[in-house]
């Protein structure tokens, strides 16, 4: 049964991925091969290139290096930092840059892109690590240096390794959000593949070219994916007990407290200030600023639903295809675990094409239905519920099971009773991942929403499209309300899973 339901959302995950393949095959080799070497691919290599290592990097030590202030030092605050620098995840990416390039026009090229999406998704670095600090048995620190190690080999040879899951997670999330990230890199005009792609269906409607665009991020992707999974290794990182029952001591910074506050207030300042006071200023001098109530109330209601319904569908599929990654380790639970993360590496717009595309061929009356919306959410958002279930799962001891079942307790008993409780938080951080991400979900709701059907990612997106800042300002703003809840859930959350 478990490997019937991994099957089945391995195949619907794959979708997207036999739909360029298909497509790049029946173009014949000859003219696939003429479609990839030309100097436009060759920019927009090295474009993806730069932009995915360099923000894989920063977010890696921004994420890390916060969330061990926050964990592991006296720095002052700690408790309202740590919901500071998760806050980011409440601004949706292209808001953030909407937010940069209305005040400024210098946030352009490489170096803007850099900044931008770097701010926008360090939390998803920082959220695991903070985590996985405040669940570190702190005997573990002591015993090493009790063998007569310092604070900073300790630090290296015994508290970053054991975080080496969730800072390769985190970084695996940001490098496939930045695969397929648009809203943001239009507003900053630098042009990687999504952009092209985005560019080619819907300005030139070339299919051909814009597919074998798509099949360069499929290849990203496969590299991605076999580097997390290889740095990752077959380490185990749980442990029948939860250590002592006690907190970790702070180090004190001493001289370097009044730095460290800078630095950090620094990236709060970037990363919530500047995008939040640029919608404070257009909601209040903007020209075009208009508040249709009616119209903010429908789009608001049809966004928190389609994001309610889309975190419980996405986290729902990837439970199966975790514990078999987790609790079945083989050729077969690679291979499914894999197949979720490619979605999330195409562009929304490939996705949906795709779903359009299979749709009008073998299900004529899924087309523009609310069901093959949130199949497209599922598929794009799947990675998202996978990275957290599958670290709960994997900190869970397959001896409680035994213990369970030696108690009595059989199948869905030792579930509900011994497993769910223990893997809850990381089922919670799922899906208040996916329901932020829909909620800020922009090309794929475009094309698949059924007529009518309108979202405040949308809405913004066409004011935007007109250089009306002041009439998108507020859809931003509501998303950004829309979203707070859930990141501060995440913030609570990331504390309950130690």
Do not use: K
Request: net charge positive.
């Amino acid at each position: 049964m478990l490997l019937v339901l991994c099957g089945v959302v391995a195949l619907v995950a794959a979708i997207p991925l036999v739909f360029v393949i298909a497509y790049t095959v029946s173009i014949g080799w000859d003219q696939a091969w003429r479609l990839l070497v030309r100097p436009r691919v060759g920019e927009l290599l090295l474009n993806t290139t730069e932009l995915m290592v360099g923000c894989m990097a920063a977010s890696a030590v921004v994420g890390t290096a916060a969330a061990w202030l926050v964990e592991r030092t006296d720095l002052p605050g700690r408790r309202i930092w740590h919901v500071l620098l998760a806050a980011p995840l409440a601004i949706p990416a292209f808001v953030t840059s909407f937010g940069w390039v209305s005040v400024s026009g210098a946030v352009e090229g490489l170096g803007g892109a850099l900044l931008i999406v770097t701010l926008a998704y360090y939390p998803l670095v920082y959220l695991p690590v903070s985590a996985a600090l405040r669940g570190l048995d702190p005997a573990l620190e002591e015993t090493a240096r009790s063998l007569g190690l310092g604070p900073w080999r300790t630090l290296t040879r015994v508290v970053i390794p054991q975080l080496r899951p969730a800072v390769l997670g985190g970084s695996l999330l940001v490098g496939l959000h930045l695969l397929a990230e648009f809203g943001a890199l239009q507003m900053l005009r630098f042009s990687t593949f999504t952009t092209a792609i985005y560019d080619q269906y819907r300005s030139a409607y070339d299919g051909s070219s814009a597919n074998m665009l798509a099949s360069v991020l499929v290849v990203f992707c496969a590299v991605l994916l076999t580097a997390e999974h290889r740095l990752r290794g077959h380490r185990r990182y749980a442990r029948v007990g939860s250590g002592t029952a006690r907190v970790a001591q702070p180090v004190r910074l001493g001289l370097l407290a009044a730095p460290a506050t800078v630095a950090v207030l620094g990236v709060v300042v970037l990363a919530l200030g500047v995008p939040l006071g640029s919608l404070v200023y257009w909601l209040v001098v903007g020209a075009s600023t208009a508040f249709p109530l009616e119209t903010l109330a429908l789009t608001a209601g049809t966004t928190i639903g389609l994001a309610m319904l889309a975190a419980l569908v996405t986290t729902a599929c990837a439970l199966p295809v975790a514990w078999l990654s987790v609790r079945h380790r083989g050729r077969v639970s690679v291979l499914a675990e894999r197949s979720t993360y490619v979605g999330n590496a195409l562009p929304g717009i490939v996705i949906a094409l795709a779903l359009v595309t299979v749709s009008i061929r073998f299900v004529p009356p899924a087309y523009q239905t609310t069901g093959l919306l949130l199949a497209a959410y599922t598929i794009m958002f799947l990675p998202r519920a996978m990275v957290s279930v599958r670290a709960a799962i994997a900190q869970v001891p397959p001896v409680l099971d035994d213990v369970a079942h030696s108690l009595g307790a059989r199948g869905m008993a030792t579930l509900r009773r011994v497993i769910l409780p223990l893997i809850a938080p990381g089922i919670g951080t799922g899906a208040a991942l996916v329901f932020l991400a829909v909620v800020t979900e922009l090309t794929a709701t475009l094309l698949l929403s059924p007529t009518g059907t309108h979202t405040l990612a949308t809405q913004f997106w066409s004011s935007v499209r007109d250089v009306d800042y002041g009439a998108a300002a507020p859809y931003a703003a509501l998303m950004v309300l829309i979203s707070a809840p859930a990141t501060y859930l995440l913030t609570i959350t990331s504390r309950r899973s130690a």
